[in-house]
């Protein structure tokens, strides 16, 4: 069996990392995966490790790590370089930015909770089949500072 033999194609890649192909294409591109060799006929082939790598990219940026940071980790690594200090740099700096998104939640949460209970109240004062008009209440009542209400959108990064 050559080495050719036992690489694999993006497809199956993908197909065993869960990801699609074009995923794979966007991570060599990008430098999370290194670029393969090609087929005569142009596939792309990746060995086993591969697999490994994709899987290990889909939880890191569950944790919050963004593929531009990935990539430049994996090219120090690729390179020969050791990125373990700025792994746990970038760890502690998410890890700071979820305690400070559970402090925001929090403080959501309970604007929430009083919201229910009022409008509970308010509900229970109208007639039936007239308008409590309870969301235009959001707009006279000082609520959240405009940070919050970003709580539950997926941060962009340059």
């Not at 197909?15 to 792309?44: C, F, M, N, Q, W």
């Not at 994996?74 to 305690?99: E, M, W, Y």
């Not at 998104?101 to 009022?118: C, G, H, S």
Request: with cysteine; charged share 25%.
């Amino acid at each position: 069996m050559t080495p050719a033999d036992r690489a694999l194609r993006s497809g199956t890649l993908a197909h065993l990392s869960g990801v699609s192909a074009d995923t794979i294409r966007h991570y060599e591109r990008i430098g999370i995966l290194p670029k393969s060799p090609r087929t005569v006929s142009g596939y792309r082939l990746y060995g086993r490790e591969a697999v490994v790598r994709v899987q290990l990219v889909r939880r890191a940026l569950q944790l919050g790590f963004t593929l531009a940071e990935l990539s430049e980790l994996f090219q120090a690594r690729d390179s020969g370089n050791v990125p373990c200090h700025r792994v746990l740099d970038l760890t502690q700096q998410k890890l700071r930015a979820i305690k400070q998104q559970i402090v925001e939640l929090r403080k959501t949460q309970r604007y929430m909770q009083q919201l229910v209970r009022q409008w509970s109240l308010k509900l229970a004062h109208t007639k039936p089949g007239m308008k409590a008009l309870l969301l235009h209440d959001l707009t006279a009542k000082p609520g959240l500072r405009s940070t919050s209400v970003n709580n539950f959108k997926r941060r962009k990064t340059s």
